[in-house]
T-cell receptor
């Protein structure tokens, strides 16, 4: 079992829909990142959070430390949101701040 | 403020060869982490360098090695290339060993034939 699990693996939505991507993890963490990766590889950091909720434009990220779960929400989705969304946790194992990544959720938003 | 840059963008090698990938960290950042991302997978942590010293390593064999220079730029070296080394190699820089938010480079896509 992976230490960071994302669901769903693939998601197709119509423009304007509300989207939720989930991330569950099984290790101790000091922070969780949501990342966006477009075709070609470049990764952009969307959020880094260790508690509560953050909002940036149409994106909202929440984390529940007790339940070891985080969600990324996209409101009023748009075709330009099509990308792979990756959850990454900053593990505190062995004193090394190691990042563990989920396998990503591939989102396609149709016009 | 200059972002994280990587070179080359693409590279093709054959089995058994050696490769060096380069990363320039974002201005002011002293920590560089390297990741391998196989097709369809999430990135896997290779190692991290903080102030020119290795600060942690993932499950990669010794033929994966690295360096960090006084200006905090970094190199990833892979010896005796294998077909399974074909992947996107990402570097990310951050400030301080504790790993404040990481900023990723565009990656180097390595193909081993």
């Amino acid at each position: 079992k992976n230490e960071v699990e994302q669901s769903p693996q693939n998601l197709t939505a119509q423009e304007g829909e509300f989207i939720t991507i989930n991330c569950s993890y099984s290790v101790g963490i000091s922070a969780l990142h949501w990342l966006q990766q477009h075709p070609g590889g470049g990764i952009v950091s969307l959020f880094m959070l260790s508690s509560g909720k953050k909002k940036h434009g149409r994106l909202i990220a929440t984390i529940n430390i007790q339940e070891k779960h985080s969600s990324l929400h996209i409101t009023a989705s748009h075709p330009r949101d099509s990308a792979v969304y990756i959850c990454a946790v900053r593990s505190t194992t062995s004193g090394t701040y190691k990042y563990i990544f989920g396998t990503g959720t591939r989102l396609k938003v149709l016009a | 403020e200059t972002g994280v840059t990587q070179s080359p963008t693409h590279l093709i090698k054959t089995r058994g060869q050696q490769v060096t990938l380069r990363c320039s960290s974002q201005s002011g950042h002293n920590t560089v982490s390297w990741y391998q991302q196989a097709l369809g997978q999430g990135p896997q942590f290779i190692f991290q360098y903080y102030r020119e010293e290795e600060n942690g390593r993932g499950n990669f064999p010794p033929r994966f090695s690295g360096l960090q220079f006084p200006n905090y730029s970094s190199e990833l070296n892979v010896n005796a290339l294998e077909l399974d080394d074909s992947a996107l190699y990402l570097c990310a820089s951050s400030l301080e060993r504790q790993g404040n938010e990481q900023f990723f480079g565009p990656g180097t896509r390595l193909t081993v034939l």
